[in-house]
Nanobody, 116 residues
Framework: EVKLVESGGGLVQAGGSLRLSCAGSGLTSANYNIAWFRQVPGKEREGVSCISMRDYSTQYADSVKGRFTISSDNAKNTVYLQMNSLKPDDTAVYYC?????????WGQGTQVTASS
């Protein structure tokens, strides 16, 4: 069974930083992608960043480029999202997502709030 557990969300003042963690278990394929999405009430879930576990290439949404960094620690089966210079517009529930080419999996989400 694949399980993704997010942690690290919280309340921070605008301009502050948070680091989200996504601890994964049960992913047996070496060719999978991990991504972070976020969602605010009334809006569609949007992709924030992703990393390939095959070649460790990364991608970012334009809105977070230069402020967010995605990384992985394979020994801990954990992917991180370092978020700096947070803005009120970054406030959302952040979800971890995994895609192994045949199925996709979601974590339960963690709330991030950047207050102005």
């Amino acid at each position: 069974e694949v399980k993704l557990v997010e942690s690290g969300g919280g309340l921070v003042q605008a301009g502050g930083s948070l680091r989200l963690s996504c601890a994964g278990s049960g992913l047996t394929s070496a060719n999978y992608n991990i991504a972070w999405f976020r969602q605010v009430p009334g809006k569609e879930r949007e992709g924030v960043s992703c990393i390939s576990m095959r070649d460790y290439s990364t991608q970012y949404a334009d809105s977070v480029k230069g402020r967010f960094t995605i990384s992985s620690d394979n020994a801990k089966n954990t992917v991180y999202l370092q978020m700096n210079s947070l803005k009120p517009d970054d406030t959302a529930v952040y979800y971890c997502y995994a895609d192994d080419g045949t199925q996709d999996y979601w974590g339960q989400g963690t709330q991030v709030t950047a207050s102005s």
